[in-house]
Every structure is written in C-alpha cells, then in structure tokens.
C-alpha cells in the first residue's frame, strides 16, 4: 500500500484514539541509585545461575581448560585485532583447532556452501563490548573482524571480556552517552546458553545456539 | 483466520476436561510461579511497568509520527519497507521477495504476526517450502496443529506425543527423552537454517529512532534466522514500536520476568539495517512490513489499550477461562484474555461474539499484565458492541438484559464481580457446560451474582503456583 495513504489512515484514526494517559513520556531517571555491589561477583554468580560458566585467571590457561573439556575441533573466530587477548587465536590453533573462514560470500549458492560448512563448527571464540551483572548478560556487536556465526552456531562459546565493562544492568548500559545499538547492523545481549524448555518445560540446553557458554575475564 | 467456523463454546467443549487441557492448566500454573519468583526479585517491577504502559500509550498515540520516523530509519540504513494494509498485501510482498529471489527454502522464527496472516498457506501454494524454527512452533508444524499457548505454543502435548510425531514425521527411532528430542531437531532444523534463501521473522519490538527491529529468543533460532539466510523478512504489527534505545531497554525489563520470569531472554537481538560493508556474515538484504491488519481500526476505536501489549503471555497463565480451555478454543493464534480482546476488535465482531465473554472478569490478567492493560474494561467495552449489534447477539437468547445493563454499566458490574464469585464458583462446577450455547437461553444468568464463598484473592493466593 502507498507509504502515505496508510500513514494518511493511522493519522486518522490516531486523532480519534481515547487511550489514557497518552501524554509525553515521564523523562526521570530510569537507572536507580542503587548501593554499590561487586560487579564481577554478581555478574560470575548470576550468568552461573543461568547455566554459564565464568573464568578468572590467565585466559590461555583458560582456554587450555575449555579445550580440555571438550576437546579440539574447528573454530569460528573473531579476528585478533577485536579480542581483548592478542594470543588467543594462536592458542587455540596451536590446542589443534582450526580456524574456519568466517567471511560469508554475497553469491547466493556461495553463501549456502560455505555455511553448510558450519555444521562441524565446534568452538567460538569472541570479545563482548560490555557485560551486565543482574543479567549475567554480555554484548557482542557485529561488524569487521566480528562475525555474528562464531557466537551462534559452534556447541560452545567462548567470549573474552575486560571485567572492567561489566555494567550494574543493561539500563546502566544504555544510560551510558557512547551507547549505541544502532551503529552496527546487530548488537546481541547473551544471557546464558541457549536454551528451550518446550516439551514438558523440561529445560533443555543448545538447541539451536551454543550448548554452553564460557566467559573468560580479562 | 479471522472468521472460524465453530464458536468459542463449541471449541470449549471439545477440550475442557481432556488430558490436553490438564497439561495446559498445569503449564500455565508453572509459568505463572516462574513469573512470581521473577518479579519477586526485582524491586523496580511496578515502577518499570508504569514507566512501559506511559512508553506503550505514547507511542500508540502518536503513531503516525513514529511509523514515519522507523521507516526513515530503516532505509537510512539500507533497509526496505513496506506498508501492508492487511494480510493479502503482507503476503504478496513477501511473495515477490521469495519469487525474485527464487527461493526454495524459507526458515521462520516464532512470530505471531505471520500467524495471524497465514503467511504459511499463501507462501506454500507458491512451491515455497516454510520451516518453523522454534523448537514448539516445529511441533506444532509437523503435528499440522495451532500453537495453544502465544509464548509455549506446545504446552498441550506430552514428551511421548512428541516422541511420536518425530519417530513418524522425521523417520527416527521413538525416545520420550526430552533432550534426545531436542537434538534430533537441532540437527534437522540447522542443515535447513544454512541452506535457507529468506528467514521470515516477526518483531517484537521496533525502535522508531533508529530504525531497529528487537527479537527475543532463548533458543537462538530468532539469530539464524536474522543471520544465516541471504535475506531477512521482518513483519511486524503497526503497534509494535518503542520511540528510543532506552524506551526498548525499559520494555526488556520486563518482558521476559513477565512471560516466564528470566531476568533477560537469552537472546536479545537488535537487528539494524542488513550486513554492512565489511560485515563478515549477516543478511545482504533486510525488509520490514509494517502491518495494518485492522489495527488503525482497533487505535480509533474503545478497546485501543490493547496496542499496548507486548505479548508476554502473563495474562494466558493466570486466566481461569483459558486454563480450563486452552489456546485452542479461540479463534485465532491470539488467545486468553488478551487473544478475547484483539480478536473481535482487530477482526469483525461477527463470529467472535462469544469472545469477550469468555472472561469472568476476575482481573487476575491487570494484575500481572506488564503494562497494565484494563482487559476487563476492553472486555466490556466489546460486550457493548455486541450488545449494540443485534443481530449478532441472538445466540444469548432472551436472557440478556442483565448483560444490557452490565455491557452500559461497567463500573457497577466488575464491583459486583469483584468478589470473585464466577471465578471460584466456575472452577467448581465446570464453567464452560454453563456457557450460553448458540441454540439455548442463558438460563444461568443469576449466578453471576451469586456472593463469593471465598473472595478471589484469597483463592487465589492459596492456589497460586501449586
Ligand atoms: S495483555 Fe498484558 S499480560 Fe497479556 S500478553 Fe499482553 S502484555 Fe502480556
């Protein structure tokens, strides 16, 4: 339908609407004072609540734990220049894994090929811009060097944050002047390892994105 | 969809009392103790529901102005929209898209929105083959039924149903193990999600400053689905927007402690525009329609409070009606409380007649709704209608006055009800056998004000989540 004929009727029909309390918007402070906490503890303590893991410590050692649990395999990655650990790819490749290209092609059967591919995809390695201690949340932001895959179709993530971007909550975050979750074309808040409880809620981990989740902080 | 061939009552019937109704019931009981929990640990609750209904009323009433800005923004950033006046043009877009693309293979994320179009039907009598991602939505396909709860579409099978259906549809041996049937449909469902030429998804909420679509998902299929395929379709109802990136922040405050009482979804996912130059992967192309539907019908009218919902499902849980009947017996993917509004008022009140009165008006569903939407009031204000249209009303027979003066009295009615009486007495006694049929008179009308034996608050804080 014509962009003006329809907007033409909502104008209409918004003249003739009776909500309640429609006025401007209430701006006062959406972010509460609150006392202050141990980020990191609580961030740790929560994401654990909602079945992730957190690691402290030397992150390589980390790795070198991560890969010991669940073994090598083919990794999908963030490049070096977007992870807060300049060593991390290196480890990984030199635990046995390898890295699988991540540029996916604008050719159309190209494109499906290669993401076929992703089907043995085992490990993904990236960064996370911000975290969020109530949530047990991290933020992961699309862009060069950041591919959305590598933290959505291995079995298991791995994401490399600096403790000192963990935020109270994501009003916190959003509060913040140099927010911006529309200057890429996606910005993801990760809570935890997917999960379903469809049948029977019966909770279920990894059912369509990483099984489990581990974040290493930095 | 909008017009079913059985009523309300008749569909009642058929599931009150069934196995499939007791799982439901049980279903939403958990889902309404999750919530409690959720809520229970967040002491800005109420003060972020009333900051989200001022958002959601706000924006509902200056919508013109924030469609036209969410539009700008999304071809600011390279997106296409498109506005449909109703489902007929959502789909043949959508056609378009799929036909100029030639696609074979669509993967859907849970949405509501392409439910309510049949965008499902009108896409497969093109050849085009529609997979539903969400884990429950992928049941409810293969079994050929209708989601029976808008956030648990599958609530009313058991594992061994789904057991069986996988064993017969997917061709794999027979297990009743929750987690070996979630790994079979992981592996089905993730060769097709790499393969497929569009990822159709709905919104659950679109940001009119930037031109942002936000989808929540705990499974991740909401992410394959906006990132694996070449293309992504979003469909999203007019209503759906938030004016800023800190009004979309408030919403998810209470988004998910309201449906199943997590601090946040797993997967919040803010799409902006396609894959940008440089972006390693991502969808090349990225189109929003913006749905009428009825919906500026629905804004001018007296139930337009409902545009403010978000869809978390709280009402569903907690309404005595809907637990006794489950989603299947409303017409349309809309059910409970919220589904007995937006139904008739999206759609033509004739053949959704019965609708507002499946409700005892008990307000169980204002007192969880994340922003506070007064159902009972829009439930009344559609009896009125109903009322108003005469002929719609014949099958309620004679005894009608009481509801003449109750649909043109509101306020005297819900204080009459606001003991509770229906409530518990209809638990009791089996509420839908005393339903007006269509053939008899509402002989039991005198019963609506009967005084409680017990006050509804107290029944229900003595039954709640157990
Ligand atoms: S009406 Fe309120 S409680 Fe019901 S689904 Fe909508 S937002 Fe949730």
Known sequence: MDRDAFLAGVRTAVARNRVPNASAIDPGPLVPD???????????????????????????????????????????????????????????????????????????????????????VHIGLTGAEAGFAETGSIVLRSGLGRPRMASLVPLIHVALLPAALIF???????????????????????????RTADIEQQLNLGVHGPKELHVILI | MSTPVTTFVERASREVNTPKVRAVDAGARLLTAKRLKGVEEYPAMDSMRDRAREIRLHTVAHLDTYLEQFAEAVEAVGGKVFFARDADEANGYIRRVA???????????????????????????????????????????????RPSHIVAPVMHKTRQDVGELFARELDVPYTEDPAELNKIARQYLRQRFLRADIGVSGANFGVASTGSICLVTNEGNGRLTTTAPRIHIAVMGMERLVPTPGDLGVMLEILARSAVGQRLTVYTNVVTGPRRPGDPDGPDEFHVIILDNGRSQV???????????????????????????????????????????????????????????????????????????E????????????????????????????????????????????????FGRAVRSGWVGRLPGPGGAWTDSRDLQMPAKEPFHDWWRRNRGS
């Open chain 2, 299 to 373: 804004l001018g009218g007296s139930t337009s409070e409902i545009l403010a919902c978000i869809r978390c499902g709280a009402c569903l849980n907690v309404c005595p009606v809907y637990r006794e009947v489950s989603g299947h017996a409303y017409s349309d993917v809309y059910s409970g409380p919220m589904g007995a509004v937006l139904v008739p008022s999206l759609f033509n009140i004739e053949g959704n007649e019965q609708l507002p009165y499946a409700s005892t008006l008990c307000g169980a569903c204002v007192d969880v709704c994340p922003v506070r939407i």
């Open chain 1, 168 to 194: 109270r909550s994501p009003m916190h975050w959003l509060a913040e002047p140099e927010t911006d979750i529309a200057s890429d074309s996606n910005v993801v808040y990760i809570t935890g390892p997917s």
């Open chain 2, 375 to 422: 159902i009972p009031d829009l439930l009344l204000a559609l009896r009125q209608r109903v009322v108003e249209d005469g002929d719609a009303f014949r099958w309620l027979g004679s005894a009608m006055s009481a509801y003449k003066v109750a649909a043109t009295r509101p306020r005297a009615w819900r204080a009459a009800l606001s003991s509770g009486a229906l």
């Open chain 1, 34 to 120: 609150l006392p202050p906490v141990d980020l990191v503890a609580m961030f740790s303590e929560i994401l654990e609540r909602v079945d992730g893991h957190v690691h402290t410590g030397d992150a390589l050692q980390a790795l070198d734990e991560v890969v010991a649990l669940y073994g090598a395999g083919p990794f999908l990655s963030w490049d070096t220049d977007r992870l807060p650990v300049s060593g991390a790819v290196a480890h990984l490749e030199e635990l046995g894994c390898g890295r699988a290209e991540a540029e996916v092609s604008n050719q159309p059967d190209a494109r499906k090929a290669h993401q076929v591919g992703y089907g043995d």
């Open chain 2, 99 to 145: 036909r100029d693309a030639s696609a074979e293979l669509i993967v859907k994320s849970k949405s509501m929105v392409t439910e309510e179009i049949g965008m499902n039907a009108a896409l497969e009598a093109d050849g085009v083959q529609i997979v539903e991602t969400d884990l429950g939505e992928f049941i409810v396909q293969l079994a050929n039924e």
